[in-house]
């Protein structure tokens, strides 16, 4: 025997009795499926995070993941008695649920294009008058974000949106166009039509325009205002003897940071002073003033308004 075929035997034998030693123990649980070069759908119990729901397949598989892992107790459900009623935007990508972590039950929610209110929308004064009636809710929150594309589409006066939705953002329409409010100003006179652009703006602005910004804020307010003038609050007020009072608040959701900020216009009933509310209130608008030493707003001009808000 050679010194080669010698060692060779010896590494193959000391192997061996390692091996038996230490067993080998292969994990044959299933694995979520690798994102990178392939395609395979993931089966019930696996949700690709980066594909999203498209599918009826896809939610009978998350309603599966449910029954599995929820527990959900339906008698505790059944009883539980929300303390929140969240006014929201359709186009709001997690609900207020997510937002504030809040468990089940917990949250009963109400939402439209923008999240607007009006006294004639029979649809939101019924659900607020189950909330406040019914399910006897303690606050009443008008949550916007940043991004709203119904914000946005009162910007640009888009063609492309149907007219069904053009009506319904109206209103934030007439608040983008006699908003008075130094960034909408900004925004707005930025926008218009002027030498070598005669059509103007049409271009959304970002999420992050300080005008857009501000009229999501400014809609939130308005909102807000209207629900003063909800007929359920109004008479639920003036009884005030059923032991509990809801609130109304404003507050904005950046969709970027996941930082909810409060607008500082909560009310109540007469008399009765406002919960404090832990979360950080935005600075107080500021108004363009027209004066005889400011420029005049004038269609077919665009002034740089900048130098007279930075005092």
């Keep these: 025997m050679t ?73 505790k459900l059944a009883n539980e008695e929300p303390s929140f009623m969240f006014l929201g935007c359709t186009d709001n990508r997690l609900s207020p649920g997510s937002i504030f972590n809040a ?22 004064e019924s659900a607020i008058a189950y909330a406040v009636e019914d399910l006897h809710v303690q606050h009443i929150i008008v949550l916007g974000h940043y991004g709203c594309k119904g914000a946005e589409t009162a910007i640009t006066g888009s063609n492309n949106a149907s007219r069904y939705i053009r009506n319904w953002v109206k209103s934030i329409t007439e608040l983008y166009t006699t908003s008075r409010r130094r960034e909408i100003v900004i925004l707005r006179d930025s ?58 608040h404003g507050f904005v959701y950046d969709e970027v940071t996941g930082v909810v900020h409060d607008l500082g ?7 009765v002073p406002i919960p404090h509310v832990p979360f950080k209130a935005l600075a107080a608008a500021r108004n363009y003033h027209r004066g005889n030493d400011r420029p005049h707003i004038s269609k077919g001009k665009s002034w740089e308004f900048s130098s007279y808000f930075n005092s």
Excluded at 103 to 124: C, E, R, T
Excluded at 192 to 218: I, Q, Y
Excluded at 265 to 271: A, D, E, L, T, Y
């Design 191 to 248: 926008r218009k039509p002027k030498r070598g652009r005669d059509a103007g703006v049409k271009t959304p602005p970002p999420a992050s325009d300080a005008g857009f910004r501000a009229l999501v804020e400014e809609n939130v307010k308005r909102t807000v205002d209207e629900l003063q003038k909800s007929a359920v609050l109004t008479e639920a007020y003036k009884k005030n003897n059923s032991g509990y009072h809801t609130f109304v």
């Design 103 to 124: 468990p089940a039950g917990s949250i009963l929610a109400h939402n439209n294009i923008g999240n607007q209110y009006s006294p004639k929308d029979a649809s939101a």
């Design 265 to 271: 216009i909560s009310f109540g009933p007469r008399g």
């Design 3 to 75: 010194t080669a075929t010698f060692f060779a035997f010896t590494y193959l034998f000391m192997s061996s009795l390692l091996v038996s030693a230490h067993p080998v123990v292969v994990d044959l649980s299933p694995r979520p499926p690798s994102t990178q070069g392939s395609l395979q759908a993931p089966s019930v119990g696996q949700p690709n995070a980066t594909r999203g729901i498209h599918s009826l397949q896809d939610l009978f598989d998350g309603n599966t993941r449910f029954r599995q892992s929820a527990r959900v107790d339906a008698q």
